[in-house]
């Protein structure tokens, strides 16, 4: 599989305060596209966090869905706490979990180097006189 499109959404701001510096996408063969990337900034360099979504669990009197950490039912107001703690034991400190990913190392560092190295790049781009984001280009500016 080849890395064919990468496409970077630089974050204005005050980059004291927050780690997140852009979002990307990033396209394979051309054929299968991942949006959502994260570009952050930690305390050994970048890295390249995957799309992810919170983690939701099921009320046992309603069944609407409530994040894991919730005492109560957002819809019924029922005491999630057992509930919660249940589900809490089986992915202890866990409240997101990553909708795609690499399978191994070696992915997972193409991956990286290759949306790193972009980010650079689009980082000098945004010097330009009349920069627009390539990102921004492609997705009509959703962000």
């Known amino acids: 599989m080849t890395i064919t499109e990468i496409r970077i959404k630089l974050i204005d701001g005050d980059h004291s305060r927050q780690r997140l510096r852009a979002f990307c996408s990033i396209t394979f063969d051309a054929a299968f596209v991942v949006r959502d990337l994260k ?6 360099g970048y890295f390249v966090a995957m799309p992810s ?6 009320c046992p009197v309603c069944r ?5 950490g919730s005492n109560f039912c957002n819809h019924c107001g029922n005491n999630l ?3 919660a703690t249940a ?5 202890p400190y866990k409240q997101y979990v990553d909708v795609v990913h690499p399978i191994n190392s ?3 560092e193409e991956i990286h180097r290759a949306i790193i190295a972009a980010y650079e790049e689009e980082k000098i781009r ?3 006189p009349g920069y627009v984001s390539a990102y921004d280009e492609y997705f009509g500016n959703e962000m």
């Open 126 to 128: 945004a010097q330009e």
């Open 53 to 58: 979504r919170k983690l939701a669990f099921r």
């Open 106 to 108: 070696v992915c997972r």
């Open 87 to 91: 589900v809490a034991d089986l992915a």
């Open 64 to 68: 609407q869905k409530n994040s894991v």
């Open 81 to 83: 706490k057992d509930a």
């Open 39 to 44: 570009i952050l900034e930690g305390n050994q």
